[in-house]
């Protein structure tokens, strides 16, 4: 079509990819760190490489690119720095999945196997999501772009935490515990499947370690059971009250 004339339909694909491509060669969006303007800086919650991107994250990332934006335009040293998050339990679930429907058992595989398949699904997702990212507009400086397992940023989380913990800012403490008893670990809320049942409850509250330790061996003759410890774990037997 000669360049005189305009499409009588607007095709945003060729607008927005030479546009986009344009940014990138020019590098508007890299930050200079040894810039003496005002800092603005914005670290993007990393997606999780569990899969594409949900209406969700483009809500927020839209946030962010319009706060990064305007900070430009003010004339600020704006970053925006883009990442993706392991996110090792809800990934693994997805791995395990992933390897079901090709007929692999988990079990059958040892750690160092299991290990590349989940390495493939990064780099599959991850790259995934990144272009997605890029073709929503972000504009990320993409010189940055982290994965949470990069060596450097593991570093750096581990410093920060130490820090955090010798401050007194980070504790240890007794918590409940959304429990996952097939893969043995801690689960967010927001990974919790509820489903409700009926049956019967009992609750027996008890004092002592070694009634505890009883009553465990005869969970198979309960239904149900919750143990409540109300005393710590030394108490003698002489100690409990009923």
């Known amino acids: 079509m000669p360049s005189n004339q305009l499409d009588k339909t607007y095709r945003s694909n060729l607008v927005e990819d030479k546009w986009y491509e344009h940014w990138i060669e020019q590098d508007y969006f890299t930050a200079d760190s040894s ?29 962010q690119d319009i706060l990064i934006r305007k900070a430009r335009m003010e004339g600020k040293e704006a970053c925006w720095i883009p990442g993706t998050d ?29 290990l590349e398949h989940a ?76 489903k409700e049942k009926q049956g019967s409850f009992g609750i027996f509250v008890i004092r002592s370690q070694t009634l505890i330790n009883t009553l465990l061996l005869q969970q198979r003759a309960l239904k149900q059971c919750l143990v409540i410890q109300l005393l710590p774990y030394i108490q003698m037997m002489n100690d409990i009250k009923t």
């Open 86 to 114: 392991h996110a090792s339990i809800a990934t693994e679930s997805k791995v395990v999945a992933m390897l079901h429907e090709k007929g692999i058992n988990k079990n059958d595989l040892s750690r160092e196997e299991f």
């Open 35 to 63: 810039s003496e303007k005002e800092p603005y800086t914005i670290v993007i919650p990393p997606p999780n490489v569990t899969g594409m991107l949900t209406v969700g994250h483009v809500l927020n990332n839209t946030i």
């Open 119 to 194: 390495w493939e699904w990064k780099e599959k997702y991850g790259g995934i999501i990144i272009r997605q990212l890029k073709k929503l507009g972000c504009s990320c400086d993409w010189s940055r772009e982290r994965f949470t397992m990069d060596e450097g940023y593991t570093n750096a989380v581990l410093t920060a935490f130490v820090e955090l913990y010798n401050k007194g800012l980070i504790y240890k403490g007794h918590r409940l515990v959304n429990w996952c008893p097939i893969s043995r670990s801690a689960i967010s809320d927001e990974e919790v499947i509820h």
